[in-house]
């Protein structure tokens, strides 16, 4: 594989970058003293810059591409869907053979009972169509009381002001006026957070008690849904006790409250399920997704919706006054559906499953026995590790850096220096890779892992 063919110079770009365009969650003051990097190409699992440098994609993008770069089969049939019909919108009683079709594998691949699907362009849009469906809902069966949602500190649901909301991120909600009215948040199912002498069992146990507290204290004629990640992604690849999300679902049908399942991330393979409800083994009644159902070939997100909601909402609803222009996007759709071919007739579920999964979580555990490692842990293709400044046999007695992020990006850069892109989160580095990353290609990314947190040391 060659370094791509370049028609530009790259420090004139960088100084068009500098000068125009504003990157998302980006100090730019810091930007403008390095450049940013310029990525030029990719293939498989690994991308290449402007100068040359060959990284592996130990982030999938941002968590989505899950079938990997440079699928020509998934470009053509963006080609050939634009050649035919480009756009045209789903409102005014008009349709798309994409969007009907994908829809209809949709409701086939998520757990029962979801027969619904509701199109945005991203994450962010979903989770917004989220807050306002289920507000909706309770409108209809006539309590308009019922608005609260309940999410989680460190919890990711976008950046729309609703998205935002949702999510628990404090630095976000320090800026813009968050969250809007009639969202709360409880603590997190963090493990490395528990009281000392607690086993994980126990804790999620607690952690789910969490949300019961909170619905009385509110009253629970005033909580219309939950919303979690199976896993908490952005927040630092949290893996909940296997305790917790059963527990959370029994807490949700004791006081009827609707459960949502924000699965941008865990949609679509990455932790060995199609979806990660199915791992957690609960039932949402709405499941967001958006990532990994185009493999971020091109933007596309969505609600699925459970039979619950959906029956409600077309039985007594009329109209639903909601929705974007490129809700249900022909050529999006297309990608879609030619990306779900490739995870079907690759079997990248099953592997992730049953092969690399259990590989990586073996691989990555082994660097627990570093000297700046806490815990190193995964679930199928989400992976974590805990920056510590004194590590000790159980976490609870690790010392933690007193600026753990600082000591993560210094890490971060030495990693990109060994050809690895990896994400610095708090106290913690992660890796979501492509779900076509093989056995071979695990060794590789820990390796290349190891030798960075050499480097920090
Ligand atoms: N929900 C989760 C769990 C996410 O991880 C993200 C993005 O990382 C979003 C929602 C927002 O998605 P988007 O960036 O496509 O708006």
Redesign the pocket.
Same mark, same amino acid.
């Given at each position: 594989i060659k370094t791509p063919q370049q028609d530009f110079d790259t420090a004139a770009i960088r100084q068009l970058d500098s000068a125009h365009f504003l990157h998302p969650f980006t100090d730019h003051g810091s930007l403008a003293e390095k450049g940013a990097r310029v990525m030029v190409r990719g293939e498989g699992i690994y991308l290449w810059d402007s100068e040359g440098h060959k990284i592996l994609d130990g982030m999938s993008g941002?968590?989505c591409v899950n079938v990997g770069y440079g699928r020509t089969s998934i470009s053509q049939a963006v080609y050939r869907q634009m050649e035919t019909l480009p756009f045209y919108n789903s409102f005014f009683n008009t349709t798309n053979v994409p969007a009907v079709t994908l829809a209809a594998q949709l409701a086939q691949l998520a757990p029962a009972p979801f027969k619904h699907v509701f199109f945005t362009s991203? =994450? @962010?849009?979903?989770?917004d169509t989220n807050v306002r469906l289920v507000r909706r809902y309770w409108d209809l069966l006539g309590h308009p009381e019922r608005h609260t949602i309940i999410g989680r500190v460190n919890?990711?649901? =976008? @950046?729309?002001m609703a998205?935002a909301s949702l999510?628990g991120m404090a630095g976000m909600h320090a800026q813009g006026g968050l969250p809007i009215p009639g969202i709360v948040h409880i603590g997190q199912p963090n493990y490395a957070e528990a009281p000392k002498g607690m086993t994980e069992a126990e804790f999620g146990i607690v952690a789910a008690g969490w949300l019961e507290q909170k619905i009385l204290e509110l009253g629970p004629d005033k909580v219309a849904a939950f919303i979690g990640?199976p896993v908490q992604?952005?927040g630092g690849v949290i893996i909940p006790p296997p305790t917790y999300w059963p527990e959370i679902q029994r807490i949700c049908d004791k006081y009827d409250v609707l459960l949502i399942a924000?699965?941008?991330?865990?949609g679509f393979g990455r932790l060995g399920t199609w979806f990660g409800s199915e791992l957690m083994q609960i039932q949402p009644d709405l499941i967001?997704f958006?990532?990994g159902v185009t493999s971020g070939y091109v933007?596309l997100?969505g609600v699925l919706v459970g039979s619950r909601v959906a029956h409600v909402l077309i039985e007594k609803g009329g109209e639903f006054n909601h929705g974007f222009t490129y809700s249900g996007h022909p050529v999006a759709c297309a990608a879609a559906l030619e990306n779900l071919r490739i995870i079907q007739d690759e079997q990248l579920v099953n592997a992730v499953a049953v092969d690399t999964g259990p590989y990586l979580k073996q691989k990555f555990a082994s660097l627990s026995d570093h000297p700046l490692v806490g815990h190193a842990d995964s679930l199928g293709f989400v992976a974590g590790l805990n920056l510590v400044r004194k590590k000790a046999e159980h976490l609870h007695d690790c010392v933690p850096f007193d600026q753990a992020l600082h000591v993560g990006m210094i890490c971060r850069g030495y990693m990109f220096a060994n050809g690895i892109i990896m994400r610095a989160v708090g106290d913690r580095m992660i890796v979501a890779p492509p779900l076509v990353m093989t056995q071979a290609q695990v060794d590789e990314m820990v390796d290349r892992i190891r030798q960075s947190l050499d480097d920090t040391l």
């Open positions: 941002l968590w991203s =994450g @962010s849009e979903a989770n919890g990711y649901h =976008g @950046s729309t998205g999510g990640e992604g952005a924000d699965e941008v991330i865990t967001t958006a990532k933007p997100g």
